[in-house]
């Protein structure tokens, strides 16, 4: 059965600081997918990024970075120089090939002080 | 990018009445949908898979009596819920594949906050 683990329930960090939210995974299949949704108070699922199990690649896209480490299961995700617009509840999630499910971690709310 | 709508966005009703929450997929063809359900702090819970043209998969612990789905087009799915309760106030998201994208690909809602009195 396929889990994530996200936690931290929540963080708050000024406004310029860096921040990581940490996401732990469980999986039997050896092909995967995982995912970094953003809810914001509105409730819309912004989708961040996808990663397949074999891509271990880290990624920065401006001022979001992930880091996927297989050998942790892990898919960390860092936003630097945070910003008050970066306030949100962070889902990370998984899907196993074959499966189309998406499951959620319990999600990280993040508030960033002015 | 892939669009997905719910209509409606916000709506409150007496208890013991049903309410029925559509999702479209408005640029693309969609075989199947997923409804989820989100209570106020909490994660999203998968209900069920919506698959057009044939009856909806429900999870585990969700009653089907109770959330009635229909996907009678590659662009509609509906998510009734009848008799409803209090207990049944939450945040109901959707999602659709597409038909001609990756497998894993899901295109979210805005997501239909249901309030019942």
């Known amino acids: 059965a396929q889990k994530v683990t996200q936690a931290q329930t929540e963080i708050s960090v000024v406004e310029k600081e860096d921040v990581t939210l940490d996401c732990v995974y469980e999986t039997r299949d050896t092909t995967y997918y995982l995912f970094w949704y953003k809810q914001p108070p509105s409730g819309e699922l912004v989708f961040l990024i996808r990663r397949n199990s074999f891509d271990e690649q880290n990624e920065i896209s401006g001022r979001y970075s992930w880091n996927f480490q297989k050998s942790t299961s892990s898919f960390n995700f860092t936003i630097t120089a945070s910003q008050v617009v970066d306030s949100a509840v962070y889902f990370c999630a998984l899907s196993e090939k074959g499966n189309e499910k998406l499951t959620f971690g319990t999600g990280t709310r993040l508030t960033i002080i002015p | 990018g892939a669009v997905v709508s719910q209509h409606p966005s916000r709506v409150i009703c007496k208890s013991g009445t049903s309410v029925k929450i559509e999702c479209r997929s408005l640029d693309f063809q969609a075989t199947t949908m997923f409804w989820y359900r989100q209570f106020p702090k909490k994660s999203l819970m998968l209900m069920a898979t919506s698959n057009e043209g044939s009856k909806a998969t429900y999870e585990q612990g969700v009653e089907k009596d109770k959330f009635l789905i229909n996907h009678a087009s590659l662009t509609l799915s509906t998510l009734t819920v009848t008799s409803a309760h209090p207990e049944d106030s939450s945040f109901y998201i959707c999602?659709?594949?597409?038909?001609?994208?990756?497998?894993?690909?899901?295109?979210f809602g805005p997501g239909t906050r249901l309030t019942v009195t």
């Open positions: 999602s659709a594949r597409d038909l001609g994208g990756l497998m894993y690909e899901q295109y």
